[in-house]
C-alpha cells in the first residue's frame, strides 16, 4: 500500500485496522541471481536498487537476525558531506542528493532533519583546515559556511567558549547536513525492495560459500544451501569474518563504538555540533533526548556492547564542551561493530572471486552512505563497471598505496 495523508485519516477512523504488513517474510527459494549477505542499510539499498535501477528482481537479502539489528539501528544518525579528499567528496556528495529526496522516492518518512552541522574549531591550524575543507566542498557542490568565534558564539551560547585548553575559535558550518531516523531508512528501504519482488530472508546465516573454478556458486546458510549467480557482502563489522569463509583477508579490523542518550529534554541543541579535539558530537533528537558518542572502545572485539573507560571519557569530553550537561540523566548506552577499513574510507569492489562482490570499511561513518552506497553497488553487482562517483574505493589501494587517507593518520584505525 503506499502511504499517503489519505490513508492516515482513513486509518485512522477505522482503528487503524487497515494498515498491511510493510514487507513479506518468504521461505528461500533454491537460487537467486543475486545475493546480497547481510540486510543492514548497505545491504537493503543495494537490493532495492539492483531491483530498481537495473531491473533485477530475483534477489535474495539473507540476514542472520532481524532487518536492521545491526549498525543501521544502532548510529547516532548524522547525514552530511563534508570530506575533502577525492573518492570520498563526490561520492557523499552523491549521497546526499540521494537523501534529499528518498522520502518521495520511498514512499516512506525517513524524517530527515537538514538541521545543520558544525566543526568547531580550537586553533588558528584547525580554522585554517575548515577553511580549506569548505572551498574544497564547495568546489564539489556542496554547502559550507565559515564561522569566526563571535559567530559561534552567538549562535551556540550553550557552549563553553572559553575553556583554558580548547577554547573556541570558530566553525564550519554545513546546513544541509542533519539527521535522519536510523531504523526507517532500513524500513523503507526493505519495504522498497519488498514491493520491487525482492526476498528478505531473516534469521538465516550464512555460514560458507561455494566456489568453483574461481566463481561464485551459491551460499550455505543456517537455512540450507542457496545457489546464487553474483553475491554481494554488505555485512559491516563481521566483514573480516564473512570474507575469510571466501578465502579473502580483508584489511578491515572491528571495533566497538558507544552511543548515548539522555531523558527527554526541552528543545535545547537545534545543530548537529562536532567537538573534534575532545572526539565528541552531539545532538538532540526529535524526543528531546541529547543523542552523543565519541571515539572507538581502541581494541579490535565482535561484542555489541562498550567497556567504562571510553563512558567516561565521552562524559568528560560532554562536560567540557557544554558542562550544563552534567545535569541531564543518561537513559541509555548501547554499541555497534565497525568495520574500521586502514585508511579510514570505505571499500566497493569486485574480488579475486568472479561473481563475488565487496561493501565493506564503513568505519563509523556508514549511515550517511546508505543511500549512495546501495547505488553504486548495485551499479557494480549490474554492469561489473564501477559508479563514477565510488571509482576510488577500490580494493588494491591497500597494495598500491593510493589511499583515501582523509585524516592523514595512517594505517591506524582508531584514529579515523
Ligand atoms: C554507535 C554508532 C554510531 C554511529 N553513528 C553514525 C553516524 O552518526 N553517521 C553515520 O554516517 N554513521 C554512523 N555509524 C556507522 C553506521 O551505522 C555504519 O557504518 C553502517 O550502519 C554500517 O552498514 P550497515 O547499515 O549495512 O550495517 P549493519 O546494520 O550492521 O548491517 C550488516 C548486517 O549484516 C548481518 N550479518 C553479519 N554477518 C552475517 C552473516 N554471516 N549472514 C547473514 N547476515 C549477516 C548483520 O546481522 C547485520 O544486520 C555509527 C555506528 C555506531 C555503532
Known sequence: MRYSAWEVFRNGLTGNKGWKPVWRNPEPKSSYDVVIVGGGGHGLSTAYYLAKNHGIANIAVLEKGYLGGGNVGRNTTIVRANYMLEGNSQFYSHSLKLWENLERELNY??????RGQILLAHSDGQMDRFARLGNMMRMQGDDAELWGRDEVRAKLPYLNH???????????????????????VAWGYARGADRRGVD?????????????????????????????????MCVAGRSSQVGEMAGLRLPIESHVLQAFVTEGLKPLIPHVVSF????????????????????????NSYAQRGNLPMAEHVAEAGMALMPMIGKARMLRSWGGIMDMSMDGSPIIDKTSIDGFFINC?????GFKAVPASGDVFAHLI??????????RFLLDRFATGRMIDETGNGATPNLH
Not at 382 to 391: I, S
Open 109 to 114: 518518512n525517513v524524517m530527515l532533519s537538514q
Open 162 to 184: 572559553d575553556t583554558a585548553r580548547f577554547p573556541i575559535y570558530g566553525g564550519l558550518m554545513h546546513w544541509r547536513g542533519g539527521t535522519a531516523r536510523h531504523d526507517a
Open 200 to 232: 528478505l530472508i531473516q534469521n538465516c546465516q550464512v555460514t560458507g560459500f561455494r566456489i568453483e573454478g574461481g566463481q561464485i556458486r551459491g551460499v550455505d546458510t543456517t537455512r540450507g544451501y542457496i545457489a546464487a549467480g553474483k553475491v554481494g
Open 276 to 299: 573534534g579535539m575532545g572526539h565528541f558530537y552531539i545532538s538532540q533528537s526529535d524526543k528531546g533526548g541529547l543523542v552523543f558518542g565519541g571515539d572507538l572502545d581502541g581494541y
Open 361 to 365: 570499511g564503513w568505519c563509523y561513518g
Open 382 to 391: 549490474a554492469t561489473g563497471n564501477h559508479h563514477a562517483a565510488a571509482n
